[in-house]
């Protein structure tokens, strides 16, 4: 009937529509200003982010070589970069141009810092160390800071009259690339030639000294500290595991491993606790609450400039919308890669299988630890997935405690 006859047109008219935006995507005049429907969907995102990116990498090169001073078009223009590798990591962490341009523009940035440094442009110093954060998402970003090493940084944070924005910068750098297991595993100096004293130290010093007046610098401090702390406590129970497996087929007491197994477990499972947390979780009243305030309403501030996902140390964008999503514990990108990258379910495997033959009093401690870290990974999003993802360990684990509970009747 008519009817359907005029539904079918509107219908070929929204297609032609839509296929038409689709084509423009491609075109060089498309201007991107223009709201449309495909544009609402966010199809067009990633390749005009992707666009920019280049474009950036293309003028950071030439940047720290020119003779000119550095104006306030050049912050503006290290703020869209950080808000195009943002747009990038939130919409395609795996293969966008962050990933691959990474060591470009960590190499870039690194000689713009320098060559600020040299000439005290302070403004274009902060912005050129908040855009080495934020690019810092990606672990080749990562690795190329660490292949040029971290002493440009770590003079920041240990220079005594330096400006307190610098140092919030220098900071929140070090927080991104302690995301990463090598990172942080050169801010602890535990590579091959480790600095004297180390980025940990440093940030410790601050720590300890105290910062008044600066409460977005003490929690960044904090935080990175925390951190340092739980991939200590994960690296102590791996090496309490290899040796426990290398003991596999003994029966001598190891009950100095076990009691050393179990207190890494406990400080492994309250700093889970702790670092999972969402950012809502925490008391409002804290003057620290200032830097989470920005975080919440999905805005950074113009002092700080801190990209949202450094605190989640990872490109999966920002935590979602819904109350629900944000009033629970997250398994962060940083928080995987520290368990995956010290083993923690295959050293939990091994401890189990020692389990039964065990006096019942370090059973007992060991089971206290191990039953509160799998309740608090199992609380978090994304913890039964990161627990699911490795069949065999986990496969192992159930079998093992099925075992236990065949032999003694009980739970």
């Known amino acids: 009937d008519i009817d359907d006859e005029d539904d079918m047109k509107d219908r070929r008219d929204v297609m032609k529509e839509t296929n038409f935006e689709v084509e423009d995507l491609d075109r060089e005049d498309f201007d991107a200003s223009v709201p449309s429907f495909v544009r609402a969907l966010g199809l067009g ?38 808000q195009d590798i943002v747009s990038l990591a939130q919409r395609a962490p795996e293969n966008a141009a962050h990933v691959h341009l990474g060591p470009d523009l960590a190499r870039t940035l690194l000689c ?20 080495l954060a934020t690019c810092l998402i990606s672990a080749t970003a990562a690795a190329e800071l660490l292949s040029k090493g971290l002493d440009t940084i770590v003079s920041i944070l240990k220079a005594q009259d330096g400006d307190e924005s610098l140092k919030l910068a220098a900071l929140q750098v070090l927080l991104q690339l302690s995301s990463h297991v090598p990172g942080m595993e050169a801010v602890l100096g535990w590579s091959d030639a480790p600095s004297s004293p180390t980025p940990y130290e440093v940030v410790l010093s601050l720590a300890l ?6 409460p977005r610098s003490e929690y960044v401090a904090l935080t990175l500290l925390r951190r340092a ?17 290398a003991v596999e087929g003994s029966d001598a007491p190891q009950e100095k491993l076990h009691r050393l197994a179990a207190e890494a477990l406990q400080d492994i499972a309250g700093l889970i606790e702790y670092l999972s947390q969402p950012v809502t979780g925490r008391d409002v009243q804290s003057t620290c ?36 999503a944000q009033g629970q514990h997250h398994l962060y990108g940083f928080l995987e890669s520290f368990l995956m990258g010290r083993r923690l ?10 389990l039964q033959r065990m006096p019942p009093e370090e059973r007992l401690l060991v089971f206290r630890p191990f039953q509160r870290l ?25 079998k093992i405690l099925q075992s236990m509970q065949g032999e003694t009747g009980r739970k």
Not at 116 to 124: S, V, W, Y
Not at 209 to 214: E, H, N
Not at 345 to 354: D, E, N, Q
Not at 374 to 398: K, R
Request: aromatic share 6%; with cysteine; proline share 6%.
């Open 45 to 82: 995102a990633v390749p005009e982010a992707t666009a920019r990116l280049t474009e950036h990498s293309t003028w950071l090169g030439s940047l720290h070589n020119t003779n000119e001073v550095l104006e306030a078009d050049t912050v503006t223009k290290l703020e869209g970069l950080s």
């Open 112 to 131: 713009l810092i320098s060559r600020c440094m040299e000439r005290l442009e302070f403004r274009p110093l902060r912005a050129a160390l908040q855009a």
């Open 345 to 354: 379910l295959p050293g939990l495997c091994i401890l189990l299988r020692r």
């Open 374 to 398: 799998i309740c608090t990974l199992l609380s978090c999003t994304g913890g039964p997935q990161f627990l699911a993802a490795d069949t065999s360990t986990i496969s192992s684990m159930l």
């Open 209 to 214: 000294d105290g910062m008044p007046g600066q």
């Open 289 to 324: 609450f200032l830097l989470e305030d920005e975080l919440l309403n999905g805005h950074v501030s113009v002092e700080s400039k801190l990209p949202p996902v450094i605190f989640g140390g990872c490109g999966a964008g920002p935590a979602a919308n819904d109350p629900f």
């Open 229 to 245: 702390g739980l991939y200590e406590a994960l690296a102590r129970f791996d090496d309490c595991c290899l040796k426990l497996e």
